[in-house]
C-alpha cells in the first residue's frame, strides 16, 4: 500500500508539471531535473541577464560583472555571476541560486537588494530556472573582482530590506489565468517573470515599491530617466506589424529609435525571442487595461 501511495504521488507531481509546461508553452519533454543549458541560454536572453550583468564597454566579458546602475538610492554593481569559483557563483548550489531567484537571499543568509529583480524572477517555473541554472553553469570562468555598491545612508544596511520585503515582496510561481488562453498566460509570464518589464515600467514609491496598481504605466526608470507606458495608452498607436519592427529592429515608423536602456532590452532580449514568444508578449500588452501616464 505504501509504494502505491508514493507511485501515486510520483504521478500526481508529474501531471502537475505537464500541465504548468503547457500553459505557459513548455514542451513538456523538459521537465527535467539536471537542466538543459541549451535552452537556458535562451531563457538568459529572455530575462536579460546580459545587460546587467556585464560591463558596458567594449569586449567586455559577458556575465563578468561591473555593470553600472545609478538609482536614488546610490550606484549598484552587477555582479560576476560566471562559474568562477572565488569571485562567480561557482561554489553555489542549484539550491543557492533557486533561493536568490526565489526569494532575493545570498548564500550566506543575507537579503539580496531589491535592484536584482527577484520580485519578478520569484515567478520563474523551477524547469527554467533548473534550465537557467544549467546555463550559468556552462559559461566560461571569469576572474573579474565584484565592485562594492556606492549607496547613500543607510541605504547600504542589507538587513533593512527585510522590512521593505515585509511590503513590497511576495514569493511564489506563477499562476496561469484558467480563463485565458495558452497565448495570454504565455504573453504575462514573459512580461511578468522572465522578462520582469515591471520593473523598470512600473512607477515607485519614496521607498522603492512598485505602485501595483499603476503596473507598466511608465515614469521614471531606476537611473532617474523616463520610461514609456506599456499599457495600451500608448501602444494603440501601433499597429502589430510596427511594434513587432520595433521589438525586433529597434526603429519606430517614423525612423526613430528608442532610448539607450530600451535599445539594448531590444538588442538583447526582444529581437532574441522566438516568433511565438514575440506574439505573445504582445498579444497580453495589448490585453491590459489602459492606464494614464505617470504624472510627475
Same mark, same amino acid.
Given at each position: 500500500?505504501?509504494?502505491?501511495? #508514493?507511485?501515486?504521488? +510520483? ?29 537556458? *541560454? /535562451?531563457?538568459? !536572453? ?9 560591463? *558596458?564597454?567594449?569586449?567586455? +566579458? @559577458?556575465?563578468?560583472?561591473? #555593470?553600472? &546602475? !545609478?538609482? $536614488?538610492? %546610490?550606484?549598484? /554593481? ?6 568562477? $569559483?572565488?569571485?562567480?557563483?561557482? #561554489? ?16 550566506? %543568509?543575507?537579503? =539580496?537588494?531589491?535592484v536584482f529583480p527577484y520580485p519578478s524572477f520569484t515567478q520563474i ?6 534550465? &537557467? ?7 566560461a570562468p571569469s576572474n573579474r573582482a565584484n565592485q562594492e555598491h ?20 511576495? @514569493? ?16 504575462? =509570464? ?8 515591471? *520593473? ?9 515599491? $512598485? ?7 511608465? %515614469? ?7 520610461? @514609456? ?26 525612423g526613430d529609435v528608442p532610448a539607450e536602456a530600451m535599445g539594448e ?10 516568433? *511565438? ?6 498579444? /497580453?500588452?495589448?490585453?491590459?487595461? $489602459? ?6
Amino acid at each position: 500500500m505504501r509504494n502505491i501511495r #508514493r507511485t501515486i504521488a +510520483v504521478l500526481r507531481r508529474a501531471l502537475q508539471a505537464g500541465v504548468l509546461a503547457l500553459l505557459l508553452g513548455t514542451p513538456v519533454g523538459n521537465v527535467h531535473a539536471r537542466g538543459d543549458a541549451k535552452r537556458g *541560454e /535562451y531563457l538568459a !536572453k529572455a530575462a536579460g541577464c546580459v545587460g546587467c550583468h556585464t560591463q *558596458e564597454k567594449k569586449d567586455a +566579458v @559577458p556575465y563578468s560583472g561591473g #555593470r553600472a &546602475l !545609478k538609482t $536614488p538610492f %546610490g550606484t549598484f /554593481y552587477g555582479p560576476n555571476i560566471s562559474p568562477d $569559483p572565488v569571485v562567480g557563483i561557482g #561554489r553555489w548550489t542549484e539550491a543557492d541560486f533557486m533561493r536568490a531567484m526565489r526569494h532575493g537571499v545570498r548564500p550566506d %543568509g543575507a537579503n =539580496y537588494f531589491p535592484v536584482f529583480p527577484y520580485p519578478s524572477f520569484t515567478q520563474i517555473a523551477d524547469i527554467d530556472l533548473r534550465d &537557467l541554472w544549467a546555463y550559468l553553469r556552462a559559461l566560461a570562468p571569469s576572474n573579474r573582482a565584484n565592485q562594492e555598491h556606492d549607496l547613500r545612508f543607510p541605504f547600504g544596511w542589507r538587513f533593512l530590506v527585510t522590512a521593505w520585503k515585509w511590503f513590497f515582496f511576495t @514569493p511564489g510561481h506563477f499562476e496561469a489565468d484558467a480563463k485565458s488562453s495558452p497565448t495570454l498566460n504565455r504573453g504575462a =509570464y514573459l512580461v511578468q517573470a522572465l522578462g520582469h518589464c515591471g *520593473e523598470c515600467h512600473t512607477p515607485r514609491n519614496l521607498l522603492g515599491g $512598485p505602485k501595483r496598481d499603476r503596473f507598466l504605466a511608465g %515614469g521614471k526608470g531606476p537611473d532617474g530617466k523616463g520610461v @514609456p507606458n506599456l499599457t495600451p495608452t500608448k501602444l494603440k498607436k501601433l499597429i502589430d506589424t510596427e511594434l513587432k519592427d520595433f521589438l525586433v529592429s529597434g526603429t519606430t515608423p517614423d525612423g526613430d529609435v528608442p532610448a539607450e536602456a530600451m535599445g539594448e532590452v531590444i538588442r538583447n532580449t526582444t529581437s532574441q525571442l522566438t516568433p *511565438e514568444d514575440l506574439a505573445a508578449l504582445m498579444a /497580453y500588452l495589448r490585453s491590459l487595461a $489602459p492606464l494614464a501616464d505617470e504624472s510627475h
